[in-house]
Structures are given as structure tokens and as C-alpha cells.
């Protein structure tokens, strides 16, 4: 029996009996369209992480308080504070620009709209450390910084809540009760967690004045001189550090993220949430594996006499075993088909409310595509070889 | 060389503890173009005798040579070969495939036997049968008589050596199962070999030659009406 036959016989048969290849199908419908879905989030969150940091800049370099551990946290307490600032203009080599950040998180109002969101206390190099642009406006000056003004520059996301997105420079905001006049707006950098453009910037005295306190620094960020000279700069900086804070490099309290390591730590991150939770919706895959054999095997038992009749005229053990195996993986293929179909709506569908683009990989298509396949194959075999062994002579008697 | 012979066949039962046997030693031959009735009351062992004639089944001793092979101890596939290449079957039940077209049906051993040109072959054996405008139609939009024509034209598509008919007009009313019988008598007629399992005495009066089992052994096989010892066939 040649496969194209094979095929059409089992086309034929899934079509005489619809509506339940659709339920024996939805197992296998719901599990590709999760793991689809689970996955394009997942590409969708990394790649967007990737182009946020990228979007910082290539040299930027981030000083955290407290040392000793690889990861985000820290073992070490540790403080960092306007002197180590000022150690690191004076004596780090291999740097452009040293941009020292207090931040806190403030409610801002204007008329009677409001709007929570973090508040950072920054210098006028900020913006060029952060690969910030203005859309409009103009960002803080030295003397405004000097002077303590209650002057703010605006995230998009803000002037988003605060002024239904028009640019109203010059207008006045109140942050925790302080009046602030708006000098500029941030050009968007797009969203995702821990969102860019959802943060006011003020001059940090005005921050220390006004909202903060005399709290330590939250992070240092420094611009590498060049792309090419992150690590000299790196090396620099922690021996400027240790100086200053008389630690060694067993006991530094502060730690040194360039972007490379921030993106290889977001990305593994999301890479181990996108595996298990992708991990949970390949078990209703399973599920729907079962769900096929079940009908398999009523299919097998339902067509008794047909198998008899198949192999009195002289079908063989193959034969019998291929049309069944055949419709099983065509059983769970369509269902594949039709899972990645609803699956991709359902992750473009997500994007849009999300914030971020959600992203199917063609190798989810390819995964899910093999891995239907082999759950048709796997739980198609028992019922299959079950009708292939069937004796003639009593398919023949089967009333 | 005769197209069937068999000798001293047996096939024996396993009941749970209990041992039945169904053919106890049956010999004969069968020559090509011979039209046979094959009767017997029901235990008699002639479905038992059937199936064996048919390869659906292996005997539990004696040989069986069909055209000159020994089929008596070939494999479930090997069978399935045979009876694709060499047995034609016409049932009671008529077992056609319901879901498929009368030529669809009439194609299956073809699709099996890997035929190209099949469903010109098909066509030709319904054309046989007399139906070849009905060969689009499912069987259940067939009357009775028409279902067992499309079921002769599928055991006559491969060719085959041998017919074999078990109670062919049993389900048929006496008018249709005449016709029917008259179909079986024309392709004797072009040189068909027939054997057919019947207890409808007018069914056999139409066969040169039947036979009758009892309790599982040949208790007479008569020619043309006329007694033969059983020992003179062989």
C-alpha cells in the first residue's frame, strides 16, 4: 500500500467521524498553542530586555553598593557616596563621565491626574551616561543643580499619565506636595519592565533637599572613554574604590556590572523562566497524547470487521499497523497545526497588551511541529499495533 | 497437478481445558474450473474447512498445496500475500467497506497487491458484475443483490486462482439470490474455479460437485449426482 493511499484512506476516515478528531485533537491544540505562546513571551521579553540595555550604551559601566556575590544580590553591606564620586573624577582612568544617582520612588500630580513613579535625583552628565535624548526641552543645568531648583524632566510614560502625552513645558507638576516646573521630556525608549521612560529626573541636590535625604547613592554610573577600554576602565575603577572604601579584592562592598554581564544575567533569566513554564504546557501535550490513544483504541475496536475485511483481501500486519499509525500522527499534526495557528494569534494578541512584542522563533515552530509528530507516533503505536495483531478470521465474526 | 490438494488435514481447538476437533483428517483435491458445494449441518467444521481453504487460517496437521505451493505453515503476512495473489472471498455479511464507493471497495486488494492501473481494473470487474453505474455509490445506497456483486467483483479483481462463497445468498431474498447464483454460474462458466460453504440445498443442486461434512470429516463428495468413494479422489 503506497503512503499516499495510506494517507488518503486515513484523511477519509478522520473526516467520517469530525467532530471527534476535533475534541482528540484539542489536547494537542491547547498544549502547542501554550507552549507557543509561553515561548514567544518569553523571546519577546529577552530580545526586548536586550535592546533596553543595548539602548543604555555599549560603555556603560554600573556601580552598585555592597560586594561578594555574582548575583543581584549582595553578601557585603556596603555604601557608596559623593566622595567615592569624587575620587572617581579625580583619579579613574579610561572614563568620559561619572554620573552619581539617588532615587526614590514619589508621586507626582498635576491638576487632578496623578501618577506614581520612581524619581531620580541625577547630575547634568545623566542624560549622555544613559544614552538618554531629549524630545523637548532641555535637560538640567549646572547651575539649576547648584542652585537646588525644583526643575523636572519628564519619562514619556509620565507626560503620558500626567498630560495625556502633550508636551507641556513650563507647566508645573507637584512631586510628594513640592511644586517642580517641567523643563523637558525624554525621548522614548520603549517599554518592559522597569520601564525607562516611566521616571522623572531632578537635580540630585534638589533630590537630597527635597525628597531623599542625606540617603547613600543608589548606583554610580560611568561611561567607558570607549567601547574598546570597559575592561581598563573596570580595573581602574575598583582600585580607585578600594582605596577609597580600604578594602581588598576579597572584601570589596561594591560591585561592577558592564553590559555584557547585565544582558548575559537578564537573558538567562528569562531563558530559565521561558524553559519552566514551557516545561509545564508540554505536559498537556502529554495529556493529549493520551486523549489520542484513547480514541485509537476505540477507533480500533469500532472497525473490527474492517480490519478483517482489510486483511482477508490481503492486507498485512504493516499495512494495518501503517494506516493506523498514520491517522494517529495525522490526528496529532493537525492538531499541531491548528495549535500553532491559535497559538501565534494568541501571542501576537498578547504582545499588544504586554508592552512588548512577543516573538515565535521558527525553531518553536519546528519544535512544536516534531514534537506533535512524536506524541502521534508514541501513543499511536499501542492501538496500532493492537489492530495489526488482530486475528482475520474473528474481525471477520465481530458483530 | 490439481489447484488444491489436501491431505489428511486436522485442526484442533483449544476450548480453555477442553480439546475440539474441528476437522479430524480431510483429503481432497480440487482441480481448476471445478464449481463446489461444500455442506454440512453447523459444527460440522466446514467454516473450519473454509478458512483453511481461504489461507485465513493454518491447519493444526496435514498439508495443503494451493497451485502447487505448500501453504499449510506460512506466516500471518505470507498468508495476507497469498490470499491477495490467489483467493477471491465472497461472504454472507457481504463485508464492504461502508465509507467507501463500490469501486473503492472493489480496488482494495489492488491497493494491497500495489496494482497501478487499478481503478481501470475495478471499473472492468464491475462491468463483470453488471454494475458498473452504480460505481460511485456507497453501499448502503446499494440494494442486498447489488452489494454482493460488488463484493464478487472484488474478489474477482486480483485474478485469482480460486472463489470461495460462504453462504453467498444467505442474507439475499430467493428471487436475488438466484441471481446471484446465476452470476457464480457464469463465471464457472469462463472457467472460474467456485467453492462455496451452503446449506441451502438449491444453492448446491447448482454445483457439479459437492460435498458434506460431518463431525469434522468427509462423509460423501459427489460428482455430477453421482457417489464417489472419498479414497478414489486422491
Redo the contacts between chains.
Keep these: 500500500m503506497s503512503l499516499m493511499e495510506a494517507i488518503r484512506s486515513a484523511y477519509s476516515s478522520l473526516m467520517a467521524n469530525k467532530s471527534r478528531s476535533i475534541l482528540t485533537m484539542l489536547g494537542v491544540i491547547i498544549g502547542v498553542a501554550s507552549v507557543l505562546i509561553v515561548v514567544a513571551i518569553g523571546e519577546g521579553l529577552k530580545t526586548d530586555t536586550i535592546n533596553r540595555i543595548r539602548g543604555m550604551g555599549a560603555n556603560l559601566l554600573t556601580i552598585r553598593p555592597g560586594g561578594g556575590d555574582e548575583g543581584w544580590r549582595a553578601s557585603r553591606p556596603g555604601r557608596l557616596t559623593e566622595e567615592d564620586v569624587k575620587a572617581l573624577q579625580e583619579q579613574a582612568r579610561h572614563i568620559s563621565a561619572v554620573a552619581p544617582v539617588v532615587q526614590t520612588n514619589g508621586n507626582a500630580k498635576y491638576r487632578n491626574l496623578s501618577h506614581t513613579t520612581g524619581v531620580v535625583g541625577a547630575t547634568t552628565v545623566w542624560p549622555k551616561v544613559m544614552a538618554f535624548e531629549m524630545a523637548y526641552g532641555r535637560f538640567l543645568t549646572t547651575s539649576e543643580e547648584r542652585a537646588r531648583s525644583r526643575v523636572a524632566v519628564l519619562g514619556q510614560e509620565v507626560v503620558n499619565e500626567l498630560f495625556y502625552g502633550r508636551p507641556l513645558i513650563g507647566e508645573f507638576i507637584r512631586i510628594n506636595g513640592v511644586p517642580f516646573e517641567v523643563i523637558g521630556i525624554l525621548s522614548e525608549k520603549g517599554g518592559g519592565f522597569g520601564d525607562p521612560d516611566d521616571q522623572i529626573v531632578i537635580p540630585i541636590t534638589t533630590a537630597r533637599q527635597r525628597l531623599v535625604g542625606d540617603a547613600d547613592l543608589r548606583n554610580i554610573y560611568v561611561s567607558a572613554a570607549t567601547e574598546e577600554e570597559v575592561p581598563e576602565a573596570i580595573e581602574s575603577i575598583k582600585q580607585v574604590l578600594r582605596r577609597a572604601h580600604r578594602v581588598n579584592e576579597f572584601t570589596e562592598d561594591f560591585r561592577i556590572r558592564d553590559q555584557s554581564e547585565m544582558l548575559a544575567t537578564m537573558t538567562e533569566t528569562t531563558s530559565q523562566i521561558t524553559m519552566f513554564v514551557s516545561g509545564i504546557a508540554l505536559v498537556s501535550l502529554i495529556v493529549g497524547g493520551v486523549g489520542i490513544m484513547n480514541i485509537m483504541l476505540v477507533s480500533v475496536t469500532e472497525r473490527t470487521r474492517e480490519i478483517g475485511i482489510r486483511k482477508a483481501v490481503g492486507a498485512r500486519r504493516n499495512d494495518i499497523l501503517a494506516q493506523f499509525l498514520i491517522e494517529s500522527v495525522m490526528l496529532s499534526l493537525i492538531g499541531g497545526v491548528i495549535g500553532l495557528s491559535l497559538g501565534w494569534i494568541g501571542s501576537e494578541m498578547l504582545g499588544d497588551t504586554l508592552g512588548w512584542a512577543t516573538i515565535v522563533p521558527s525553531w518553536a515552530i519546528a519544535v512544536s511541529l516534531l514534537f506533535s509528530g512524536a506524541v502521534g507516533i508514541f501513543f499511536g503505536f499501542y492501538p496500532a499495533q493492537k489492530a495489526a495483531a488482530l486475528d482475520p478470521i474473528e474481525c471477520l465474526r465481530y458483530e | 497437478m490439481a489447484l488444491i490438494q489436501i491431505s489428511d488435514l486436522h485442526k484442533t481447538y483449544h476450548m480453555g481445558d477442553v480439546e475440539v476437533n474441528a476437522l479430524c483428517g480431510v483429503s481432497f483435491a480440487i482441480e481448476a474450473g471445478e464449481h463446489m458445494a461444500i455442506m454440512g449441518p453447523s459444527g460440522s467444521g466446514k467454516s473450519t474447512l473454509m478458512?483453511l481453504l481461504?489461507c485465513?487460517?493454518t491447519p493444526t496437521s496435514g498439508a495443503y498445496l494451493l497451485d502447487g505451493e505448500d501453504v499449510s505453515r506460512l506466516d500471518?503476512?505470507r498468508l495476507?500475500?497469498v490470499?491477495?495473489?490467489q483467493i477471491g472471498?465472497v461472504?454472507q455479511q457481504f463485508?464492504?467497506?461502508s465509507?467507501?464507493s463500490a469501486v473503492q471497495n472493489v480496488e482494495?486488494?489492488l491497493?494491497?497487491?500495489?496494482v497501478p492501473d487499478r481503478r481501470e481494473r475495478a471499473m472492468a470487474a464491475l462491468e463483470r458484475v453488471g454494475l458498473a453505474d452504480r460505481a460511485h455509490h456507497r453501499p448502503r445506497e446499494l440494494s442486498g443483490g447489488q452489494q454482493q456483486r460488488v463484493a464478487i467483483a472484488?474478489a474477482l479483481v486480483?485474478s485469482p486462482s480460486i472463489v470461495m462463497a460462504d453462504e453467498p445468498t444467505g442474507n439475499l431474498d430467493t428471487k436475488t439470490g438466484l441471481e446471484i447464483l446465476q452470476v457464480f454460474d457464469e463465471l464457472n462458466d469462463e472457467g472460474i474455479t467456485l467453492v462455496m460453504v451452503t446449506h441451502d440445498p438449491r444453492v448446491a443442486e447448482r454445483c457439479k460437485r459437492v460435498m458434506r461434512l460431518v463431525d469434522g470429516e468427509v462423509v460423501s463428495d459427489v460428482f455430477n449426482h453421482q457417489e464417489a468413494a472419498v479414497g478414489d479422489l486422491i
Design positions: 478458512n481461504g485465513l487460517d500471518g503476512d495476507a500475500a490470499r491477495n495473489r472471498f461472504f463485508n464492504l467497506l465509507k467507501e482494495l486488494p491497493i494491497y497487491a500495489g472484488r486480483n
